[in-house]
């Protein structure tokens, strides 16, 4: 299983993605490894066929053979046929799974074991922390959400009147433009946040160049389209990507042409519904989306636990005020054991910023 | 300079303090070194002394010679002659010096220069850093302050009753006994927190062995004194040491033998005279001291700038309660630019949890 997991981590997740990463490995009864093989690409050959076809270069009987595999194999027809269907056409007898797949059409462990295969399922943390995105999206039905924040050593995000540009260093940005939103498929925000620094939310190249991504706002009353906003920065800065205005139905004029406008539930609290959002955003192939807003949304989000990564910039400054804004901002009694889990998964220094980067415990 | 300051490092600062790391380096005129020596143990030769004397070694006349040291020479009788004697005697003619004696009572770059020596003085960042606890000692007059906290990822200590016990992890509480508290001369604290988790203060060494240490506790009204609080741990688990109350003189009883009774004035919100008790323990030799307290002690000490080093265990788990108590808490308006500025001087994972160290930006 290790091997399979050393091979299923050769690809590149970007040419893979929304597929997982996952690795293969024939073994001989004696253990000696005849063929290994990875996905390689979104609709490409998935890992079994490529281990299979490479341990048949040596051997043309399997049956004595076990099939090591990250993840459980498909049962249904997709992008490639059943992986299921060729595992025993070539007559191998045990196959050992390294992690289930949540996705309910993908029953291979029951088609196997039906066809009288041996068949061992594992839940290695290893391998479901390897595809933590694929697993929230097909778990949750819903994008993997990072959130990042800017915050002072006492977790303060902005002054008591919510002041806060340049709070972290240049490298800490840099990091965001070059990493965190370029490795996002769109970045979620709210009304609020655009208005008050007139963000573009663009991703500025160490190049000079600058790109465009999928912009998701909610803006219950659609105040961006009021007609003094039509010189907001945001709606320039993005001529090959589209915005995404979630708000409450009402009537309105003019829409600029890269805006797309989806009607949506809010709570008495003004609060946008989370999992209606959310589907609707994985279904729009946003299969991970960088939260950049303020408190508020953050708190929402992290009450509904779909906070599935958190990367952190503290900036070396105290602000001592209580009422400066806190990063969580939530009314409600938490004891120690109610507190949400996460996982620390590095640590980098940017000068005198540090990026602290989290993942949620559970998936 | 730099093989001055390299030179001094090689000494052992737990042997050399409260004094500082000093370094000196004897050049030739073409600027070959003729002699190096550091200051290696408090109460022996300085380092231009041992210096000077190994560049005799190799030359008479050091007439067209440098003298750098890392530090101001002494011109004071002290546990030794002063260094500026032993100079001017070897016929020196030249000092350069890394940084200037904060201490009144040294003023070996004016003495030089009176007596025709020509003398620069630099104060170069590397070497202020080196000796921290020194310089703080010496221009503060009060012992070098290492705050520590164990907070969440969103800047808690505890929840909105108080309750905080087991925030860390084991390795960071292991951290906490074999270098935080074993590092510093003593460990400041208040009644509050002795009571709250009636706690030992000691140092639990890793071979089993308990070690104890001064402790200085805040207890206005010596409520540690009342007959109640006779059985704490924290009165049977100092044998070794002294536990200092600082409080308002009032009458009182029996005081058991390892509890010095120090009165001392406090304001009218019940705030101790930070500078009168710090002064104080800088006089019974507590150069440094680690504070280990709650959010109102830590907030005192960081609105009168006397937090020279932060150690913050950052715990992986979010409160959300904004009730929840935060490390700082001073209900006053401070803007971006008035928030107090530390320096990143360190980060140390512990598992899961992460230790985030700061030292002041300025000193």
Chains 1, 2 share one sequence.
């Not at 390897?130 to 002072?152: C, G, I, S």
């Not at 042409?257 to 955003?281: C, P, R, S, W």
């Not at 400054?317 to 949400?340: E, G, M, P, R, W």
Request: hydrophobic share 40%; net charge neutral; with cysteine.
């Amino acid at each position: 299983m290790r091997a399979a997991f050393n091979i299923a981590k050769t690809a590149d997740f970007r040419l893979v993605r929304p597929n997982p990463l996952v690795g293969a490995v024939v073994a001989s009864s004696d253990g000696n490894i005849l063929g290994e093989g990875c996905h390689e690409k979104f609709g490409a050959a998935h890992a079994e066929v490529n281990a299979i076809q490479n341990a048949l270069k040596h051997t043309n009987d399997l049956s004595a053979c076990t099939l090591y595999v990250t993840l459980e194999p498909c049962s249904h027809q997709g992008k490639t046929p059943p992986c299921t269907d060729f595992i025993m056409r070539n007559g191998i007898k045990k196959v050992v799974m390294g992690s289930s797949d949540p996705n309910p059409l993908v029953s291979g462990a029951t088609v196997l074991k039906e066809a009288g295969v041996n068949v061992e399922v594992h839940n290695y943390p290893a391998l479901l922390d390897m595809n933590r995105e694929f697993f929230v999206n097909q778990l949750h039905q819903r994008p993997y959400v990072v959130l990042k924040m800017a915050t002072t050593i006492d977790g303060k995000i902005a002054d008591r009147n919510g002041k806060s540009k340049w709070l972290s260093n240049e490298e800490s940005r840099i990091y965001v433009h070059e990493h965190l939103r370029t490795e996002a498929d769109a970045i979620l925000t709210t009304y609020h946040t655009v208005l008050k620094d007139n963000a573009q939310l663009t991703i500025r190249k160490s190049d000079g160049s600058v790109l465009d991504k999928d912009i998701i706002i909610i803006d219950r009353d659609f105040q961006l389209l009021k007609p003094e906003n039509a010189g907001l920065s945001i709606f320039k800065s993005h001529p090959h990507s589209t915005i995404f205005l979630f708000g409450l139905h009402k009537h309105m004029n003019d829409v600029p042409k890269n805006v797309k406008i989806i009607f949506t539930d809010f709570d008495q609290e003004g609060n946008i519904k989370l999992d209606a959002m959310l589907k609707m955003l994985l279904e729009q192939k946003h299969y991970k989306i960088l939260v950049e807003a303020g408190s508020k949304l953050a708190t929402q989000m992290m009450i509904h636990d779909c906070i599935d990564e958190m990367k952190l910039f503290v900036a070396p400054v105290v602000f001592l005020d209580n009422q400066a804004i806190s990063i969580f901002n939530h009314d409600h009694y938490t004891s120690l054991l109610d507190t949400k889990k996460f996982q620390l998964s590095g640590v980098h220094p940017f000068a005198s910023d540090v990026l602290l980067s989290y993942v949620k415990k559970s998936l």
